[in-house]
């Protein structure tokens, strides 16, 4: 079988050039910044693992500041501090990042904004690296020019309001008085797991960040709350204010350790596993896996080799790499669905991460059907290019694409949502699978590839064609064409992909009639789930009219994908909707 078409020195080459773009991609971050004495030698640990309310989900701190100080400065870290400090040095002394390049800035607006430095008098090299970066100081903020252009660019609802909004936001979670409002640690002494938390202003007044030496003082207004445990909780926390400020590591250190020993002490039965706040701790500094694209994208090498040149050592390594790839993934998967306590497709972070794991984990199943076919290995590498592309887009856009662990709206909290979602987000899955194999047959066919097509056939008779007497040998045959081979390929997926999208369009319906009392209502998310369907049924179908039917099946796949990917990218974040993020 003539394979060799499908990999040639260009090929070699653009494939380079996309690791060297992904490898300067991930070089290209905020320098380090030495860390001070104080922030090198100072235990943050325990307040790390310390257990907080947010918006109805009780986290660990270090999840928490990790979110709030992502608000802030996008893809960077405050100042270059880890985000447990930055939260902490914002709300206690807020006054030296006034001048400090912290509120992160889209690309969309930054040339506007750079007009706005401009008659401001700003330095023509801080303009020129805000530009670069997308950071700009709070103060910054406050300069009339800067005023009047945001002001403008927030009357254009369609295009960039939204991205005024964003800095509105990051200013307003970067002031001392809302960190400390949102510093909800304290549980309630005689409440249950729906009760709010209280707050360090709660609890001590809202004095307790201000100058000198009466930081705070014991609330015996809280009800339940022992008045000896009150008082040493005012005194750890007046102690950490009071060395943090003098930037005393060891009585900063202390006082952290004491808090945080004192705070489990106001409701033990209600505070949270501390196991598990450590695991969700470690699962964050792990940068939630989203690094495990470079294990898959290092499977991906030899399975190539192994569809081009037949190596068998080569898909022996490769299977090895993707079972390691597919083990850290599953692990991945698994931390956040016990840390959350459901199942983790709820956000697009998560329908992105579950959905090419039931790719990879479908290859696997699929392998092992066609494992004496020509099909062998292809199933493997698309899995792999799709888990890949999907992590690097995570990694490298964590702004869009949020790790953070938060609550299922109530509205959607349904069994169909589990349903319909895993069905969409698997043929999702399937569609980006179907179309890395299209590429590679158009590859083959621009290569100069025979233009023969697989028989017309469903994907179960191309499965057991390599193991029947009916139909074409060519799927066990090595002198069979390459292109009918990819072609089959291609069909398999598709046609599994177009059934479990039809059953998730069919189970969105029930979702919809479950949570908002209709089965359809035009939204632009299920017009465009329904185009994408109707490019699939186009597909299916073309086969019985055209001529080349491995042509035309091949880009019809790769259409369908970008039709699918417009719906999940466009519509998810340009349009406003139901199921947008707009």
Same mark, same amino acid.
């Given at each position: 079988m003539n394979r060799k078409m499908l990999v040639r020195s260009g090929d070699v080459v653009l494939i380079a050039l996309i690791a060297f773009f992904a490898w300067g991609k991930y070089q290209n971050r905020a320098p380090s910044v030495q860390p001070s004495e104080f922030e090198a030698n100072v235990d943050l640990q325990p307040l790390r693992n310390l257990a907080i309310q947010d918006v109805g989900r009780i986290k660990s701190f270090d999840s928490f500041?990790?979110?709030?100080?992502?608000?802030?400065?996008?893809?960077?870290?405050?100042?270059?501090?880890?985000?447990?400090?930055?939260?902490?040095?914002l709300m206690l002394d807020p006054a030296k990042y006034q001048n400090k390049d912290i509120i992160y800035v889209k690309r969309a607006i930054r040339p506007d904004l750079a007009r706005a430095m401009e008659q401001s008098n700003i330095d023509p090299n801080d303009i020129k690296e805000f530009v670069k970066t997308g950071l700009m100081a709070p103060g910054m903020y406050w300069l009339?020019?800067?005023?009047?252009?945001?002001?403008?660019?927030?009357?254009?609802?369609?295009?960039?309001?939204?991205?005024?909004?964003?800095?509105?936001?990051?200013?307003?979670?970067?002031?001392?008085?809302?960190?400390?409002?949102?510093?909800?640690?304290?549980?309630?002494?005689?409440?249950?797991?729906?009760?709010?938390w209280l707050t360090g202003e709660q609890l001590w007044g809202m004095g307790f960040m201000q100058d000198g030496h009466d930081h705070g003082q014991a609330n015996m207004g809280v009800p339940g709350l022992d008045p000896k445990l009150g008082a040493e909780l005012t005194a750890d926390w007046n102690k950490l204010v009071e060395t943090w400020r003098a930037q005393d590591p060891a009585g900063a250190s202390a006082a952290i350790a004491s808090l945080a020993n004192n705070l489990k002490l106001v409701n033990p039965e209600l505070y949270p596993d501390v196991s598990k706040l450590n695991l969700e701790s470690w699962y964050f500094k792990m940068k939630a896996f989203v690094w495990v694209?470079?294990?898959?994208?290092?499977?991906?090498?030899?399975?190539?080799?192994?569809?081009?040149?037949?190596?068998?050592?080569? @898909?022996?390594? &490769?299977?090895?790499?993707?079972?390691?790839?597919? +083990?850290?993934?599953? #692990?991945? *998967?698994?931390?956040?669905?016990?840390?959350?306590g459901r199942i983790p497709n709820a956000n697009m972070f998560e329908?992105?991460?579950?959905?090419?794991?039931?790719?990879?984990?479908?290859?696997?199943?699929?392998?092992?059907?066609?494992?004496?076919?020509?099909?062998?290995?292809?199933?493997?590498?698309?899995?792999?290019?799709?888990?890949?592309?999907?992590?690097?887009?995570?990694?490298?856009?964590?702004?869009?694409?949020?790790?953070?662990?938060?609550?299922?709206?109530?509205?959607?909290?349904?069994?169909?949502?589990?349903?319909?979602?895993?069905?969409?987000?698997?043929?999702?899955?399937?569609?980006?699978?179907?179309?890395?194999?299209?590429?590679?047959?158009?590859?083959?066919? @621009?290569?100069? &590839?025979?233009?023969?097509?697989?028989?017309?056939? +469903?994907?179960?008779? #191309?499965? *057991?064609d390599g193991s029947t007497p009916k139909g074409d040998r060519f799927l066990i045959d090595e002198r069979g064409s390459a292109g009918k081979v990819l072609d089959a390929a291609t069909m398999v997926i598709l046609e599994l992909a177009f059934v479990t999208l039809w059953t998730g369009l069919v189970?969105?319906?029930?979702?919809?009639?479950?949570?908002?009392?209709?089965?359809?209502?035009?939204?632009?998310?299920?017009?465009?789930?329904?185009?994408?369907?109707?490019?699939?049924?186009?597909?299916?179908?073309?086969?019985?009219?055209?001529?080349?039917?491995?042509?035309?099946?091949?880009?019809?796949?790769?259409?369908?994908?970008?039709?699918?990917?417009?719906?999940?990218?466009?519509?998810?974040?340009?349009?406003?909707?139901l199921h947008s993020y707009a």
């Open positions: 500041a990790r979110g709030r100080m992502r608000t802030i400065a996008g893809p960077y870290d405050v100042d270059g501090h880890e985000p447990v400090y930055a939260y902490l040095d009339q020019p800067m005023q009047n252009q945001l002001s403008k660019l927030e009357q254009d609802v369609i295009r960039t309001q939204k991205f005024v909004n964003m800095i509105n936001w990051a200013m307003g979670t970067a002031d001392a008085h809302r960190l400390s409002s949102n510093f909800a640690i304290i549980p309630s002494p005689t409440g249950n797991d729906k009760t709010p694209w470079v294990v898959y994208a290092l499977a991906a090498i030899p399975l190539i080799m192994f569809i081009a040149y037949r190596m068998n050592g080569a @898909l022996k390594l &490769g299977i090895g790499m993707l079972v390691i790839a597919f +083990g850290l993934h599953t #692990l991945a *998967l698994g931390m956040r669905w016990y840390i959350s329908a992105v991460l579950a959905s090419v794991w039931f790719g990879v984990l479908g290859s696997f199943v699929l392998e092992y059907l066609v494992r004496k076919t020509n099909m062998k290995g292809l199933f493997y590498f698309g899995s792999a290019i799709c888990a890949m592309i999907a992590m690097m887009c995570q990694q490298f856009m964590p702004t869009v694409l949020r790790s953070d662990i938060d609550n299922v709206m109530p509205v959607l909290d349904d069994i169909w949502l589990y349903i319909h979602t895993n069905m969409i987000i698997w043929s999702y899955a399937l569609i980006g699978i179907a179309a890395i194999i299209a590429l590679l047959y158009l590859r083959y066919r @621009l290569g100069g &590839g025979d233009p023969s097509a697989a028989r017309i056939g +469903g994907a179960g008779s #191309l499965i *057991l189970m969105g319906a029930i979702w919809a009639d479950h949570s908002w009392g209709r089965p359809w209502g035009w939204d632009p998310k299920e017009v465009f789930a329904l185009c994408t369907f109707v490019i699939f049924i186009i597909l299916v179908h073309v086969r019985f009219k055209v001529r080349d039917k491995g042509l035309w099946t091949a880009i019809l796949a790769v259409v369908g994908c970008a039709v699918m990917l417009f719906n999940w990218i466009v519509i998810n974040f340009k349009i406003s909707g």
